[in-house]
């Protein structure tokens, strides 16, 4: 059983229909990502899993559970977390408001030692952390939303669009810290435009196209293959 499964996914926005039929997993402990030009429905995928576009019909089983018709603050206490596409921070509360934004639904004991875990990992964040979120730069705030995401303490993070807007330097740290956190343990499914960071950091990857599943593979193979480094790769 693969932590998350999806099958024969349908999504619409009103009488569009933004998914036609998306079939997925991702096992525990993999990077997996989905690539596509603008419209293709990555972004959709995301949001249908997380419960904010819930599907017309299709599966959506996450640890073996269906989720499709759960609600988004349930799916999130399952262990599902979203840094969403332009990161949407919460802008006039600081650094530490936003973190602490990130754990609203938890009771546990180990919020404190998760919050010092997302400052080892963005140690930018601990040093801005009385900072308003919207005097900070784009990297910033990027690292800003998926330390919130993390603070959820998720075993799936949802990373949308995690190089949209950045300087290229930041881009690099962010995508070092994405392979990080997947090494402490978090499995992550990453939509990104920019395949040559998603396919050098995930284990498998999925081409979307026009809301269907056009190509997927293991991410060394689509690398090389013709038809991904003419469309997206800029060969």
Do not use: W
């Not at 933004?18 to 989905?34: H, M, Q, R, S, Y």
């Not at 904010?52 to 499709?68: A, N, Q």
């Not at 030692?113 to 900072?131: C, G, H, M, N, T």
């Amino acid at each position: 059983m693969a932590l998350l499964e999806i099958d024969d996914l349908h999504t619409y926005y009103g009488n569009i229909e933004a998914l036609k039929g998306v079939t997925l997993e991702v096992e525990e402990g993999e990077i997996v990502t989905l690539i596509g030009s603008n419209g293709a429905g990555k972004s959709t995928t995301l949001r249908s899993i997380s419960g904010l576009t819930p599907p017309r019909s299709g599966s959506i089983r996450f640890l073996g559970k269906e989720i499709s018709r759960t609600a988004p603050q349930e799916i999130v206490r399952l262990g599902i977390s979203q840094s969403p596409e332009a990161r949407r921070c919460f802008q006039r509360m600081t650094v530490s408001e936003n973190l602490d934004m990130g754990a609203y639904l938890r009771r546990d004991n180990e919020i404190v030692s998760d919050l010092d875990r997302v400052y080892d990992l963005f140690p930018r964040l601990k040093e801005r952390e009385r900072q308003k979120a919207g005097t900070m730069s784009g990297g910033e705030q990027q690292m800003l939303a998926i330390g919130r995401a993390l603070m959820a303490k998720p075993k799936l993070l949802l990373l949308d669009e995690p190089s949209m807007g950045i300087a290229p330097i930041l881009v690099d740290r962010i995508y070092e810290t994405v392979t990080e956190i997947n090494r402490q343990g978090t499995t992550i499914l990453l939509v990104e435009q920019n395949a040559n960071y998603a396919l050098g950091v995930s284990t498998r990857g999925y081409v979307l196209e026009t809301g269907k599943v056009a190509l997927t593979d293991k991410s060394d193979a689509l690398r090389t293959n013709p038809d991904v480094q003419k469309a997206y790769l800029g060969a």
